[in-house]
């Protein structure tokens, strides 16, 4: 087979499971709600059925990281079409709580598997040639949002359709799609091998992995991905209300965030990694602030700050652990990938305790229907503020802190230099 035809069909395929990742966040929180009535679920339980999506993806991704070499991409996606397919089925058949628990862990676990297989993978294939593999790796992660932004609007149409359509169940066939076109791009393909070259240990990654610089950046990374994922996940049910459609957000939103990480290289030159992170937090406080305070029209204003926030957070977050942690290697940005997933899982069932919380608050106080629900959306949001917010005063602290070892590293080369 010829080589570059081998090779876009490996990266498509990879593209498409990546959508799959993708559908399976959009199309869950579009169909939020109707999950909520039919199962008579509290937001409290939505949110643990959130986090089991969060928790089954940084397991896998974690082991797939540790076992790339040895079990192999092809493996890797194998699992994950089986994660997938059943975590779709069980969803559809789930008949309640315990099963749309079950159902969600294996859509998140596949969904990790892919991460696992095809970063390395794409890289692996374009190892010869570094530009092309950070231009092919930054497309590669442009279906995450492009994704959502695809999914949204899908969930949306088919809502709007009405009957067949809107039903929950119908909409999570639509998961399949890309599940199966990845699976027959796949086939019959031979994988790229894995490239052990320059590799480090385990022993030098964990041990990298316990410097001060790993560990701030392992503890923000828990903040930047709550602060993204929180309103996107519950946007369906938070902004229903609010006189703007709650799923239009979601793809203004998503959609702006392929577009800004298409063009992260350039910003990142400009501003350096220090200088984008703090200015996300900024824009990601600001944005959230607004969509607790604002309603109609500028609600869609809100999404295009909040989209400028968090589009650069969790590409750079990742860079910024391979770039100034190095010897934490692959396994070092597994982990912080990782720990992004797992503290949304956490931050899942405590937002959905808010949200039952601001509801029985805003019902005592005498609200219903509508302001009820607005009510409620804004006293969420008002407390997630809280994420991007404390995120500005560790990023102001990194900016500095970085910016000290930076100018005594050129002071000891000097030195060095003169002796």
Do not use: H
């Given at each position: 087979m010829n080589e570059n035809v081998n090779r876009s069909a490996l990266f498509n395929g990879s593209c498409f499971a990546l959508i799959t990742t993708a559908f399976t966040f959009a199309i869950r929180a579009g169909i939020l709600p109707q999950l909520g009535e039919q199962f008579n679920l509290t937001a409290e339980q939505l949110g643990f059925i959130n986090s089991m999506w969060f928790l089954g993806f940084p397991i896998s991704m974690i082991i797939g990281g540790l076992v790339y070499h040895s079990f192999g991409a092809r493996n890797i996606m194998r699992v994950a079409f089986v994660a997938h397919t059943l975590g779709i089925l069980l969803t559809i058949y789930s008949g309640g709580y315990t099963g749309l628990l079950i159902s969600t862990l294996f859509i998140g676990f596949g969904n990790g598997c892919t991460e696992a297989a095809c970063n390395p993978m794409i890289a692996d294939m374009y190892s010869d040639n570094h530009i092309k593999m950070n231009k092919m790796l930054s497309r590669f992660h442009m279906w995450f949002p492009g994704g959502i932004l695809l999914g949204a609007l899908i969930s949306k149409f088919m809502t709007?359709?009405?009957?067949?359509?809107?039903?929950?169940?119908?909409?999570?066939?639509?998961?399949?799609?890309?599940?199966?076109?990845?699976?027959?791009?796949?086939?019959?393909?031979?994988?790229?091998?894995?490239?052990?070259?320059?590799?480090?240990?385990?022993?030098?990654?964990?041990?990298?992995?316990?410097?001060?610089?790993?560990?701030?950046?392992?503890?923000?990374?828990?903040?930047?991905a709550i602060s993204e994922f929180g309103p996107q996940q519950w946007v369906s049910i938070i902004m229903s209300h609010s006189g703007a459609d709650s799923m239009l957000i979601l793809a203004l939103t998503t959609g702006l965030m392929a577009v800004g990480r298409f063009f992260a290289g350039p910003v990142v030159k400009a501003l350096g990694q220090t200088g984008v992170l703090l200015g996300s937090a900024i824009f990601a406080t600001i944005?959230?602030?607004?969509?607790?305070?604002?309603?109609?029209?500028?609600?869609?204003?809100?999404?295009?700050?909040?989209?400028?926030?968090?589009?650069?957070f969790?590409?750079?977050?990742?860079?910024?652990?391979?770039?100034?942690?190095?010897?934490?290697?692959?396994?070092?940005?597994?982990?912080?990938?990782?720990?992004?997933?797992?503290?949304?899982?956490?931050?899942?069932?405590?937002i959905g305790g808010?949200?039952?919380?601001?509801?029985?608050?805003?019902?005592?106080?005498?609200?219903?229907?509508?302001?009820?629900?607005?009510?409620?959306?804004?006293?969420?949001?008002?407390?997630?503020?809280?994420?991007?917010?404390?995120?500005?005063?560790?990023?102001?602290?990194?900016?500095?802190?970085?910016?000290?070892?930076?100018?005594?590293?050129?002071?000891?080369?000097?030195?060095?230099?003169?002796?």
């Open positions: 709007d359709m009405g009957g067949f359509f809107q039903q929950w169940q119908t909409q999570m066939w639509v998961l399949m799609i890309p599940t199966l076109i990845y699976v027959i791009l796949f086939y019959g393909k031979t994988f790229p091998k894995a490239k052990v070259e320059g590799a480090t240990s385990l022993a030098q990654n964990f041990k990298a992995m316990l410097t001060p610089t790993f560990l701030f950046l392992f503890f923000c990374m828990a903040l930047t944005g959230i602030y607004l969509f607790s305070v604002v309603t109609g029209p500028m609600a869609y204003f809100a999404a295009v700050i909040f989209a400028l926030g968090v589009c650069f969790w590409p750079v977050m990742v860079g910024s652990a391979a770039q100034r942690v190095p010897l934490s290697g692959a396994l070092g940005m597994s982990v912080i990938g990782g720990v992004g997933m797992f503290s949304t899982a956490i931050f899942q069932p405590i808010w949200i039952d919380g601001a509801r029985e608050k805003n019902a005592a106080a005498g609200l219903t229907d509508s302001a009820l629900e607005l009510a409620t959306g804004q006293d969420a949001l008002s407390k997630m503020v809280s994420f991007p917010a404390i995120l500005i005063v560790l990023f102001i602290i990194f900016f500095f802190w970085q910016k000290s070892l930076k100018a005594k590293s050129v002071q000891t080369t000097t030195q060095e230099a003169l002796n």
